[in-house]
């Protein structure tokens, strides 16, 4: 598929001209609209004759999705700009374990943060959803699971490249749901705590 001749609004510079004024290309273009679907139909097409190509890009989809951020193709470059002290974060903060195993021949790094964080996040945003001790919390425990879901489940099969991007967008929901987690154990505590002061006296 390409840009189309028939567009429905051809006077409309944001959705008819191939690129914007800097030049860049115009995603919001009418065209991509056909091209999707021509996409997805080449994707159900691989879902059903090719199921194996596709779970391999998801296996590679899982993987990006723990990775840092600078990872990214098109950031690589930008390393030495950086600095020392992002690498050093992202080999303490992820936990970086180099060439923990191979994936297509080639060694990788495995990320251990990301990797066992997610599964316990989501744990913790399950069992907080009916443990929490307010309706507040209560709401806010099932937003942040339900997104952490959304986001983990349609950026690893639909997405292969900008995982880590997807992922880094809800990395303080794990922080919200910590502190959610504080939150019961404080006011439990605390209850506990009154509970026995008042056998005592």
Known sequence: ASYR?????????????????NGAP????????AIGRDLRGDALWILQHRPAVYL?????AAYNFTRPGSEELHLRSRGPKQGSATARFESLGYLR???????????????LTPLLGLPLALIMALWLSFRSTSPESLLLARFLG????????????????????????VDVFWVGLALLLVQIIVRKSALYLDQRRRSDV
Request: aromatic share 16%; charged share 20%; hydrophobic share 40%.
């Open 5 to 21: 001749s028939d567009l429905r609004y051809p006077t409309i510079p944001a959705v008819a001209a191939p690129r914007k004024s």
């Open 26 to 33: 115009n995603y919001n273009h009418e065209g991509f609209v």
């Open 56 to 60: 391999s890009g998801v296996a590679r």
């Open 97 to 111: 374990v180099r060439q923990a195993f191979r994936f297509r021949g080639a060694p990788r790094d495995l990320y």
């Open 146 to 169: 339900l997104t952490l879901t959304y986001v983990v489940a349609v950026g690893t099969l639909c997405e292969v490249w900008e995982n880590a991007r997807f992922r880094f967008y």
